[in-house]
């Protein structure tokens, strides 16, 4: 995510760096995290500290659809091509990573669903008097051009 929605705390930030680093525990897979702005030069950055430990980094999963213009001229400059060298997920709106030519895999936002619970939510404080409530709407995964078996 990018820091500054880590910096803030934004729900979503956190629910996704917090779900991530927990799924990598239990299935006891190495990851690293890193924030990072939506330019070349953050993104060059934080893909070298990424591919600078001891492992092979065989996917990458992105919670920044400003980078997704850049991501793959990034990953060239490190010798690496989508999907052949390396897996890419984004958690993304769907038509953004379906407009890409060749669509990223993604981690949909149901925007459209979150408008109309939010709507909901508030109408029904309005009217009904009822408390605040918290309510988790199930992404979904839309298989693009840009996940491979590893090698």
Known sequence: SPPASLR??????DRALRGFEEACRELEVTHVSV???A?????????DKVFAGPE???????HNEGLLP??????????????????VVVIAPA??????????????IPAMDIGRAAVEMVMDRLSLAKPAELRLIAPTLSEGASTAAVR
Do not use: G, M, Q
């Open 8 to 13: 803030r705390h934004a729900t979503y930030a």
């Open 39 to 47: 330019n070349s030069k953050d993104l060059a950055r934080a893909l």
């Open 56 to 62: 092979a980094i065989t996917a990458l999963l992105v």
């Open 70 to 87: 850049i991501l793959r001229e990034n990953l060239a400059a490190h010798s690496l091509s989508v999907p052949e060298d390396i897996s």
């Open 35 to 37: 924030a990072c702005e």
């Open 95 to 108: 038509d953004v990573a379906t407009s890409a030519f060749l669509p990223w895999t993604a981690v949909s």
